[in-house]
């Protein structure tokens, strides 16, 4: 009896040991290394703010975030909203204070590539951007299931060559910086229909940023990555707009993957 006591504790002492190993581990992760992890394996092409620089934000709700429509005033936190486009701007503000760098968002909640294209003169060429940010592609899938949209992936393939290739038309000096649409699964709106599908649209982007060698955010990757750390449900509300944790994990891997 005494024999088989100490093999049980001998047991459990190993089981312990192991389980606290792994949760030492997971603990003694941070948010730089998991970015830092999720970057490695990625081709990244920086770029450099300089002295004036406009920076513009784009894309839908994710990007548009509680912004008032009715603001256009640089830097102003009614203008940037209240998701990764604010986070991301007080970052670059913070570090670069003497560049005098003016930042806006004009993201638009439920847009597609082909609305981005319908606003583009007004809502982007004309406030003639240095450097531009463009996260959309989760409603050219999402809309397909939920909104009857009949487009698929070969128009936003097209439309967002039409996007690009109209703003290196208009500026061609301008820094690019295609952000990959993510989701995450097993939150509310994000299930099994998405899959595989929605992953093409995630290629495209990516396809697209080699195609005009711009800088690139690689979110997904960077979220699954983060799930080591938490549960989806911390980093995002419903599977596609993020939590304020995941807003911030935005816009660390923004300033990663962008700045020079």
């Not at 912004?67 to 005033?73: C, D, I, V």
């Not at 968002?105 to 004309?126: E, H, M």
């Not at 061609?172 to 910086?177: A, C, E, G, S, Y």
């Not at 938490?230 to 923004?254: F, I, K």
């Amino acid at each position: 009896m005494n024999n088989h006591l100490s093999t049980m504790n001998t047991q459990n002492t190993r089981r312990n040991f192991i389980k606290n190993a792994a949760i030492g581990t997971i603990a003694s992760l941070s948010i730089p290394q998991i970015v830092s992890a999720a970057m490695a394996t990625e081709s990244i092409k920086k770029i450099a703010f300089a002295k004036d620089d406009v920076i513009l934000f784009q894309g839908d709700s994710i990007t548009d975030w509680g912004r008032n429509h009715g603001k256009s005033t640089a830097n102003d936190t009614a203008t940037l909203g209240t998701g990764y486009a604010l986070l991301t701007a007080g970052q670059i503000l913070l570090q670069h204070p003497g560049l005098d760098l003016k930042i806006l968002n004009k993201g638009i909640s439920g847009n597609k590539v082909y609305q981005l294209l319908d606003r583009w003169d007004a809502d982007t060429l004309a406030l003639k951007p240095n450097v531009l940010s463009i996260h959309i592609g989760v409603n050219d899938f999402w809309h397909t299931l939920t909104n009857g949209y009949t487009g698929t992936i070969d128009t936003y393939i097209g439309d967002y060559h039409k996007l690009i290739d109209k703003t290196k038309q208009a500026l061609p000096d301008v820094k690019l910086v295609i952000c990959e649409p993510f989701a995450v699964k097993g939150v509310k709106s994000v299930d099994d229909k998405w899959y595989p599908t929605f992953d093409l649209f995630r290629k495209a982007a990516r396809d697209i940023a080699n195609d005009y060698n711009t800088a690139f955010v690689p979110w997904q990757t960077v979220t699954d990555k983060a799930l080591e750390l938490a549960p989806a449900a911390y980093w995002s509300l419903d599977g596609v707009h993020p939590s304020l944790a995941g807003e911030a994990l935005m816009a660390r891997a923004w300033m990663e993957a962008v700045k020079g």
